[in-house]
Structure formats: structure tokens, C-alpha cells
């Protein structure tokens, strides 16, 4: 044990995760809880007091992506746990190393009776990658295990139960020194399969490559440029991987999945090869756009698709960045790939997402907020139709700018994902896109940011309608029904929990409004009043 005899176990688990790295713990606190928050009052770890358990693992996960530190949240026993649960399973899917604590009644409880209580590890098995629970004489032991599991491989949540008597008891004199793991490193690729790689590469005359959220933390974007270039091939990003290639590259060839994806296909759709770089199913599967091509897949873990009907798939599982050196040294292919037809179409799609001159709809209300926020300012969006119009039209200029969930894809994170970005980076300018029905669930993290007077601009692009749902009926000539959030006249608030609320129903309102809010020192909520609709020709579209 570092440093001695620590007093209580809340005070040796505090200092534990002080030297991981980790600045802030976020949840709602219980009796049990106490303990520990006295523990960080004295400590560098602040407890960040949220709205929602939902919103706390959010943080947990932002705070990860942002940091490189895992992120840890905390949940009481039964509803805090269960509330919890939605953010701690975005951080699984989404890859984030995410520490997520519940308590849970003492020992001689468990199997008992127990208000509130439910069965945590049964709750939490399916939705991170390993659950445990502490004890007084293996604290060191079972943390070392969850931030090796959590940050290793797919990073992921992990889950550690806390007996509600732990924190307040004393500390043992004298622990078995468990030093806190780095992440295991990844192998080498085989020799073999480097080999093969090269081969079937450079035969090609249509490569393309898919740049994925694995590649994002691989942090290979230098090299998907030079290979690009170097090789004459085009590049498609997945919404996550947003960043990796800037959208003015010439090779640049648009986001998989979201508006217009029918336009990048008119790409991709040509390919005698697709390299998957760092490629993660958990966005979209391959099968729902590749061509009949073959595959090849660098990552650490082999490709999941169907070899059935793609049986031509090359596994180079291992270091990404090795990978990529070997292509990149690789004399320059006979490229087949006409770079200003590419140029073109790219250019022809972010035309098409343009807003008509003087309407004021999502796009125009995403087009002047990109042309205010600084270009290094960080933007979280919500889910919704407005996610699907920003995964193509926001420009992008590095990895982390643009957070999103798309792997777990739960409404709500757009508010609390802004919340966390701000108080791990102050120093940069953080808005928040979200629809009214994304705002609606996390209206209470308001207090969050007023307490905190951070200086956040929440933009609710407020159509009052669940759209992306309406598209989803129309698409399947449903009648529209149940996505109506409120009535047309109902009257906009001055303040949401001490928030002040802006409204603006014209472009010039609008962005007046967003200059006035990112001069201010405290959050501001914009209400844009965008004509509905505009998304009907944008996103929804075929991907093959």
C-alpha cells in the first residue's frame, strides 16, 4: 500500500483513485456514501453532486474519452444502481474505461431481505465487462483487476459493488502492494499476416479506407492521411471516428451511417477492397454497406461479420499503427480511383445539406453555431434526427471535438456529455445540441451547470417532435403518432433551474443569441425555433 496506514477504507479507496489520475467522482449521494465524500473533502478527488445516475455515468464516460483517465460514477443501492445502469452500459458500448461503484448491503445481508436491495452483480454482468465487489482485506487486489479490465483490449465499464459498512471501517495496518496496471499492450501482428496484408493491397486498383473508433484511440490519424495520399485512395469515417480526416481533404469521402448515406455509397459502393482500420461493428455492421469485396480488417480483434456470404476476409489482429507503417511504406498502388469525381461528390453532399437562404431549420441552426464556435470548442450532441444531420454535416477538426453515443445511442447524453467536457477542459468553449426530447430527460443537470457556473451554451433545436421516430413511421407509411412533445403555444420558460433561456425563431436571433451566450460566464440555454422538416431529404437514406 502506498503511504502507509490510511485510516478508513473510504480514505485509502479515495487515495487509490487519486493516484490513478482521477479528479472527479459523479453521482447522488446514500447514508453509506459519506464516508467517502468526507474522504475526497479532504482529498484532489472532487465529488461532482448530478442531477441523475443516468447523467453520472455519461460524465463517468466523457470524462474517460477526454482524459485518458478512467472515469468513475457512483449509484446507491437498487434505484441508484438501476439509474445508473443507462449511463454505465453507453461506456461499454461506446468504449469507455468507466469505473462504475454501487453499494450494496453488508455481507451478512446478502440473500436477505433488504429494502432496496437488488442483485447488482446479476444487474451489471451483462453490461460491463467485469463485476466484483470489494472487501475490507482485497480493496487493492479487486481495483487493480477492474482498471486492467476496463482499460485494456475494448476498453469498457466495469462494475464494483461496495458493502454499505465498508467505508467507515478501519483500514487493515498492512496490504498485499497491488500497483495500479497500465493497460496491457497490444501485440504485434504476425509476420504472416502483414505479408498477405501487402500483397492483396497492392494488387487492388480501388481501395478504400473505413477509419473506426478503435483507430481513434490508436491515434494513427497521420497515418490514414499519408496512406491516403501517398496510395490515391478515398476515406470513409464512421460518426465516432469524426476528426480523423478533415472534411476539406480531397480524399475525404463522408460518414458511414448518417445523413446522405446513399452519396457516400456512391463511393464505397466501387470498392474491390475495404481495409477496416480499428473498424468496430458496435456502429454499424459491416454487412449493412459493404460491396461483394474483400476485407481487410486491422484491429486488435479479428473482424465480426458474416463469412458466409464475405468469405474473403484478411485478420491482421494486433498494433493498428504497425499495420499501417507497413502500407504506408509500400511503393504506390495503380489507384483506379478518379480524385476529382471523388472531390466532386464530396463536394455535391455538403452542398445538399445546406440551408435554403433565410429559413431557419437544423441546418441552418448547425451551420451558424459551426461558424461561432471556435474551431478547437467542443461540441456534444444529443440523439436524434439532429445526430444523423450532424455525423455528415459537422466540420470536424480533430478527434474529441464532436462527442456523440453512437454505440449505446441513449437520449439524454448530449446535456451531461457537455457538463463533463467542460469540467475536464475549461479552457475551451463547450455547446450542447439537443432536441426538446433529449432536453426533456435532462433538464435537472441545469442545476448542475448553474451550480457549477459553467459556462456551457445548451442550443434545443425545439421542433417539439420526437423526429427521428416521425421519419421512422413515415418511411413505413405508419401514421404519425406518439412524437408529439407539447403543444405549438406552449409559452417559453424565462429559466430552466436558474438557467437563463433564450429564444430565437430567425437565423439573425440565433446567432446573436449564440455570440451574447459565449461571451457570458455561466450556462445559457438557446430555444431554436427551427421550422421542422428539415431532415425529410437528408438522413434515413440507403446505404448500398
Known sequence: MKGGIMGSMAEHLVQRFKEMGVRQIYGVPSGSWLYYMEAMRKSDVEFVLVSNEASAGIMADVTARLTGVPGVCYGTVGPGATNLSTGVGGALLDRSPVIALTSEPPEPMIGRTVQMAVDHQALYRPITKWTSRLA????????????????????????????????????????????????????????????????????SRKPVLAVGLSAVRAGVADLIVKIAEKHRLPVILTPMAKGMLSEDHPWYAGVLFHAL?????????????????GYDPIEFNYEDWMPAATLIHLDTVPADINRMVWPKVLDVTGKIRTSLERLAALPPIASDWDKKALMQRTEAMFKAMEPAPGSFGARA????????????????????????????????????????????????????????????????????????????????????????????????????????????????????????????????????????????????????????????????????????????????????
Open 136 to 203: 475490507p482485506d482485497r480493496v487493492d487486489q479487486v481495483l487493480a483487476q477492474a482498471v486492467q479490465i476496463a482499460m485494456s483490449g475494448l476498453p469498457g465499464s466495469v462494475h464494483l459493488g461496495m458493502p454499505e459498512d465498508l467505508g467507515s471501517r478501519q483500514a487493515p495496518e498492512h496490504y498485499t502492494d497491488y500497483p495500479l496496471p497500465s493497460p496491457t499492450p497490444d501485440a504485434e501482428p504476425l509476420e504472416t499476416s502483414l505479408v498477405a496484408m501487402e500483397k492483396t493491397f497492392s494488387a
Open 261 to 277: 448515406s446513399d452519396r457516400v455509397a456512391q463511393t464505397h459502393s466501387q470498392a474491390d477492397l475495404v481495409i477496416g482500420v
Open 365 to 544: 441552426a448547425l451551420k451558424i453555431l459551426r461558424e461561432v464556435l471556435p474551431q478547437d470548442g467542443i461540441m456534444a450532441c444529443d440523439v436524434g434526427a439532429h445526430t444523423h444531420l450532424i455525423g455528415q454535416m459537422w466540420r470536424t477538426p480533430a478527434p474529441g471535438l464532436q462527442l456523440m453515443t453512437n454505440g449505446w445511442s441513449a437520449m439524454g447524453f448530449g446535456v451531461p456529455a457537455a457538463i463533463a467536457a467542460k469540467i475536464c477542459k475549461p479552457g475551451k468553449k463547450v455547446a450542447c445540441v439537443t432536441g426538446d426530447g433529449g432536453f426533456l430527460m435532462m433538464a435537472g443537470e441545469m442545476a448542475v451547470a448553474r451550480r457549477r457556473k459553467l459556462p456551457v451554451v445548451f442550443i434545443i433545436l425545439a421542433d417539439r417532435k420526437l423526429e427521428l421516430i416521425r421519419l421512422k413511421q413515415n418511411n413505413k407509411k405508419f401514421t404519425s403518432y406518439g412524437t408529439d412533445l407539447d403543444e405549438p403555444e406552449c409559452p417559453t420558460p424565462n429559466y430552466v433551474f436558474g438557467v437563463p433561456v433564450v429564444s430565437a425563431s430567425n437565423a439573425d436571433e440565433y446567432r446573436a443569441a449564440l455570440e451574447a451566450a459565449f461571451a457570458t460566464n455561466g450556462p445559457v440555454i438557446i430555444e431554436a425555433k427551427i421550422i421542422p422538416g428539415d431532415y425529410d431529404d437528408l438522413i434515413l437514406r440507403k446505404h448500398k
